[in-house]
């Protein structure tokens, strides 16, 4: 969930003094634009961990836009007017109406969140509020409003950077106080119950939108950025009864993604390799034949990755390691005939394997958000809704005892390149090398794209997304045999706990 | 919720004679033309009590449609091959494919319903599963299935009526057992629990459809026109990729319905009339100031009827039996330029009553699926989704300690004109009388299907429908006290305790 949140995003002094002018012209344009049509409301979320620039950013807003038409909703304990009514009632009171722009501070997020975290709330009581939430925002947007929710992020070495920073400057030093301090002791916690809420608050129509929150310049941008291109399109749709799909996920102002932050030239020498391999293929192997796998858990795996990445390589020497009898793996390309005329997920449903077996899916369902998406095979409204239903489809499988291992291969377009060329060279290789992968390589930087959006909207503590450095063919398969006997003893070691994923 | 389903429903055998050659042939041409098109399936759930007739149902759609493109799918406990995967994984394997039928006697609804009245499923596990459920309906219909949930509904003693008739008969008799007799103790359980699954699962996409199971004749014909009616329209959408909306409810065959039912000839005699209305003012004065309602409690009172049925009288009778400062009237009319540019329901949280007070509706949020629904003033998307937002509303307000007691005051039409005259030719009185209510009278059919349909759908455990035969004012005003003071007494005395509505 907070991948991208945690590469260290930072925008330069210069190109923040110069984007802002233009920034602040164009969302006053746009603001009054929306003001005039008074066709839809503006609901902007400001939620995040403490000391992630909260305040900073709803202040900057408010300097860039016109605060006449701004109303921004701060909730501390409810007053005894407020506690005498349904929990909602506050916010519904204090909802936008048409043409004008809300923030909250603090949402119907903050209290759910604060009550888990401290105990005061038991985990299905927390599921049935946030389901209470998903139709309020679910019905929200069917009523035209533009629903915009900000999590800030920090990570945990971050949020101490932050508190170091605030302290040092004189006019900020008040606001560090000891419990701020306390706060961090309770990292990990507030993570994992973030966590989850965010995941299952992520709808279609009302997704997160995730911001690094460590530098101030970048996450005043990047806020900027999305809530004027999420007012322009909502203004430009022309049929304002129709429903409209969440605004689009813009890539990070920075340039920097999950993907850029990958060191591709980590390699492992041939002596290395063989040792680590003969190791890890030895561990698995001894692994599902565990009697805790074989007689409550499954296995399944999925391989993602740039054409030409080694998914092919790294899926066999995972197979090496097991009893025929025990996996299949799982070729995906265009469905059948039979898969054509079924929900997408059910190509995919057939084949998950039962207990004490493995699956391992060459390219998979994520094509719905890759190419599916990057063809338009789908529409546009069909791949933002599949992120969540790629969630629940493996948080099912998870429920039912399997271990979801998802890997994506990346390797860098030289790599790439050199890699075709070889293959056109290389006779028994040509076969693998097609007018399609070529056409591919012209449409890496929206790949990058959507594999972004992918990590960001799927990674889930149930199923988090492996990425893995593939220009060296070596190190990727070492790691992928790693990552899955890492993951698999955890699993065992952990059966019986039950956690916040 | 099951309001319609306990009339008597019954059609004669020959207008069942005369009935089904039509339907049939028209069933098996849209069936062929469903199969040519092949753009989407047809889900059809069919569940309900024992007894009430789910397998001659299925038997008489397969002999009325061709049989080899219909799949029926019976689920009793897991296979070891489903037992090893995730629970819904033997649902998707039967899902069927575009331009087919799948018929799901037992669903993925039979088996939470019954762990839940066995004690083996904890509520909290139960409203996580159907919000899975939830997800999983909605994902099939924004793929594009057809998804028409009936439910299959008998009252107590139908159900006792249609086993010593399955007895009587010698080719029945064997399908009566014991276990049919112990399965009678627990009706009451099975309708808390199944009225509980079917509130939370009526979801706009894929609302539950109720059926009289009593008569097999009225059900074979209701669920057959039904299908036809659902599988036409669907034919006929232009745009496939559009997310259809879910099929209309169409008025029940034999046209009976909540109102046709009432009894509109009951009256109280002026000498009676006073002394109740003075036992029951009495009666709600004290309940009203009882300590466990001023500090626990609130009171929402919703007033809705036909034109000229008496709202204003029964309301004056109810408000004067309390202080002015512990309550408030809210007329609703069209909402205000504020109101104008908010969602539908924000006008009516504003108004909710803080606890220990009372609000009292003239007209209601129910607007939406009577007038907004006839006179085309939202879409149909809009009211269909608006079943389930008002339960919700309703919901929060009763989970926040508010009683929520709701009045549909019905006067036939004879009796409605003479009050229209009247009140033409009483000076004083004219003001009440609009040319928008003559042209409202025009609509009285529309408006009868409406109502039913808003009882129906929104009649829940927590806020049920109170229908007042009204024809005669004094009798009407006595019920409507009446049911105030036993629905407050039995809130009062319930306190603490939990329940499945």
């Known amino acids: 969930m907070f991948e991208s949140a945690e590469l260290g995003h930072a925008i330069d002094k210069e190109t923040f003094k110069r984007e802002v002018p233009k920034l602040r012209a164009e969302l006053l344009d746009v603001q009054y634009d929306v003001l005039q049509k008074r066709e839809f409301p503006v609901v902007i979320l400001i939620s995040g961990v403490d000391g992630s620039g909260k ?3 709803i202040n900057l807003l408010y300097s860039w836009m016109d605060p006449r038409h701004i109303s921004t909703l701060a909730f501390s304990a409810p007053t005894d007017e407020e506690a005498a009514r349904p929990y909602m009632w506050r916010y519904w009171r204090a909802l936008p109406p048409k043409g004008k722009v809300g923030i909250f501070a603090g949402s119907w997020y903050s209290q759910p969140i604060a009550d888990r975290i401290e105990g005061r709330m038991r985990r299905s009581e927390l599921d049935d509020r946030l389901e209470d939430i998903n139709r309020f925002e679910a019905m929200l947007v069917n009523e035209g409003a533009l629903v915009l929710k900000f999590w800030f992020h920090l990570s945990e070495s971050g949020q101490k950077k932050r508190l170091k920073a605030l302290e040092k400057d004189p006019r900020t030093a008040w606001r560090v106080t000891k419990a701020s301090y306390d706060r961090l002791k309770t990292y990990d916690r507030l993570q994992q119950v973030a966590g989850h809420v965010l995941r299952v608050t992520n ?13 101030d310049a970048y996450r005043s941008l990047t806020v900027g950025h999305i809530v004027l291109d999420a007012m322009k399109r909502r203004l430009a ?8 799909v969440a605004p ?3 890539p990070a102002i920075d340039g920097r993604n999950v993907l850029t932050e990958l060191d591709l030239t980590q390699s492992l020498a041939k002596k290395v390799y063989a040792d680590e391999l003969a190791k890890y293929q030895a561990r698995l192997s001894e692994l599902v034949r565990d009697p805790r796998f074989t007689a ?13 990445a080694g998914k092919g390589g790294s899926i066999r020497r995972v197979a090496a390691a097991m009893d025929a009898r025990q996996y299949q793996i799982v070729p995906i390309a265009s469905p059948t005939e039979e898969e054509r005329v079924q929900p997408y ?8 394997p039962r207990t004490g077996r493995a699956a391992i899916f060459d390219r998979s369902w994520y094509g719905r958000v890759l190419v599916e998406r990057i063809e ?3 529409t546009e409204a069909d791949w933002l809704r599949a992120y969540a239903e790629i969630n629940d489809f493996e948080h099912q499988m998870a429920d039912a005892g399997a271990i979801v291992i998802k890997f994506w291969l990346q390797i860098s377009a030289e790599e790439q390149l050199r890699r075709f060329k070889e293959r056109e060279d290389t006779e028994f290789k040509r076969f693998k090398i097609t007018d399609e992968d070529w056409r591919n390589r012209e449409k890496w930087d929206q790949y990058v794209s959507a594999v972004c959006d992918m990590v960001d909207r799927t990674s889930t503590g149930l199923a988090p997304w492996t990425l893995v450095e593939a220009n060296d063919k070596n190190f990727a398969r070492v790691k992928v045999l790693k990552t899955i006997c890492e993951r698999l003893e955890k699993a065992l070691k952990d059966d019986g706990k039950n956690s916040e994923q």
Chains 1, 2 share one sequence.
Do not use: N, Y
């Open 296 to 308: 409550g858990r499954s296995l399944v795996l999925v391989f993602e990755g740039s054409d030409a």
């Open 237 to 244: 749709q022309k049929d304002m009864a129709q429903v409209p």
């Open 203 to 215: 709808t279609a129509k009302a997704p997160w939108i995730i911001v690094e929150g460590t530098d």
């Open 345 to 352: 997920l059910w190509r995919f449903w057939r084949h998950l």
């Open 55 to 57: 305040g900073e950013t």
């Open 376 to 378: 338009g095979f789908c």
């Open 248 to 250: 689009p996920i813009l």
